[in-house]
């Protein structure tokens, strides 16, 4: 037995077995002077003064326990890095142009072909450790930086090993549909991602494509998730980063599990998306990274009922493992209060992942907690810039990454 005692609050979204949407995404639950016992890697009960005489105590007074946060969406395997990017972006190259000059995608596809399975875990590693550190329990990682067969499947592998060291569990995905080689033809990659399909789905749970102008076209998308999904895998779609791509109509029109970016949906997409039962999945570190500030309509879409997860998007072109971060972007950028940035950093992300057994405080929920130094949970978001994280506990296991 674990239990935490007297915190100065114990906040969560309320326990659901379906995403909040709406005015439900704001109504946290707040717990004062509570404790929280945990049993075999569930949490037992909360509330005051409770009595345990055998379990291990951490003291929480003074602080703030909350769910672990989720991150649905990251593409934590990669090699090599793109630092000097950031400088071409301040001198005003768009990320289509680096992209089109051979950089962005298709440079780290070349250093991360170049790594060995090795080097790969260990770069990774680090990025995992980062992202428990700062308080996330459950992440999910995708493939795309290979791009042919045996790269792709060696990306997943490490997935697979990363959710075997007892830091944040991993979900993974396939996306061999990130970009385009520039070693093979359309047409001829476009057949090779469907045939890649068997054994992607051996290793990942998930698939992605990138529906995006200079990357694959709504049709190609639709071909591929359909295949996808005859392979037995979930749907997930990279939509309307750049603009009302048909990516997000296309998400609504296959029901898939989520619809990512959206900074350029239109209202008619986020309804769409709403009615397809797809959770949107923000990403306000991806346009920070890009020095623009066209951020997701955050607000529309929690006023259409659209519900709402935030994400890192960890990768060489939004570098940050920090689930705190993103919060604190997601209020200060995209207008989300404190509690809907909660709500969709914990229960939402973890229903977004197929996870309907944590993100939230509740008798018989897996114990995925965080013991936060700060004396209120919106300190989380206002306080800015630090890691608030003091105890990391996944599945009732305290964790030190």
């Not at 090993?161 to 093979?184: I, R």
């Not at 509690?339 to 897996?366: D, F, H, V």
């Not at 130094?373 to 890691?387: A, C, K, Q």
């Not at 994280?389 to 599945?395: A, C, K, Q, S």
Request: hydrophobic share 40%; with cysteine.
């Amino acid at each position: 037995m674990l239990l935490l005692k007297g915190a100065a609050q114990v906040a969560s979204p309320p326990a659901s077995d379906s995403p909040l949407a709406g005015d439900a995404m704001g109504r946290i639950e707040l717990h004062t002077r509570s404790d929280v016992a945990i049993r075999n890697g569930r949490i037992v009960e909360v509330g005051r003064k409770l009595d345990y005489p055998d379990a291990e105590t951490i003291d929480a007074r003074g602080k703030v326990v909350v769910p672990g946060f989720v991150d649905p969406h990251t593409h934590l395997v990669w090699a090599g890095s793109r630092e000097h990017e950031l400088e071409w972006k301040l001198q005003g190259r768009s990320y289509q142009d680096i992209l089109a000059d051979g950089g962005g995608i298709l440079r780290t596809v070349r250093e991360t072909r170049a790594a060995d399975e090795e080097e790969l875990r260990e770069q990774s590693l680090k990025r995992l450790r980062n992202a428990t550190r700062t308080g996330t329990t459950t992440i999910e990682v995708k493939s795309g930086y290979g791009l042919q067969r045996e790269e792709e499947l060696k990306q997943l592998r490490v997935a697979r090993w990363l959710g075997e060291q007892g830091l944040a569990e991993v979900v993974s995905t396939f996306m061999g549909a990130h970009a385009l080689p520039d070693d093979t033809s359309r047409a001829e990659y476009l057949e090779q991602l469907e045939q890649m399909l068997p054994d992607a789905a051996e290793l990942a749970e998930y698939c992605d494509v990138f529906c995006e102008e200079g990357a694959f076209t709504v049709d190609e998308s639709r071909r591929l998730l359909e295949a996808a999904r005859e392979a037995g895998m979930g749907l997930r779609i990279h939509a309307d980063e750049f603009g009302d791509s048909g990516g997000g109509t296309l998400g609504a029109e296959l029901s898939v599990a989520s619809a990512d970016h959206l900074a350029g949906s239109t209202l008619d997409t986020i309804e769409a998306l709403r009615d397809a039962g797809t959770t949107g999945i923000l990403l306000p570190g991806t346009p920070l990274a890009l020095l623009s500030s066209e951020f997701a309509p955050a607000r529309k879409m929690v006023a259409a009922g659209l519900p709402l997860a935030l994400a890192t998007d960890c990768n060489p072109n939004c570098y940050t493992e920090s689930m705190q971060m993103v919060m604190q972007l997601a209020v200060f950028r995209m207008g989300l209060m404190p509690a809907e940035a909660l709500t969709a950093a914990t229960l939402n992300g973890a229903l977004a992942l197929g996870r309907s057994n944590r993100g939230a405080i509740a008798p018989g929920w897996r114990a995925d907690l965080l013991v936060c130094d700060v004396p209120d949970y919106r300190h989380l978001t206002y306080h800015f810039g630090i890691n608030h994280v003091e105890t990391v506990i996944i599945g009732g296991r305290v964790v030190n990454a």
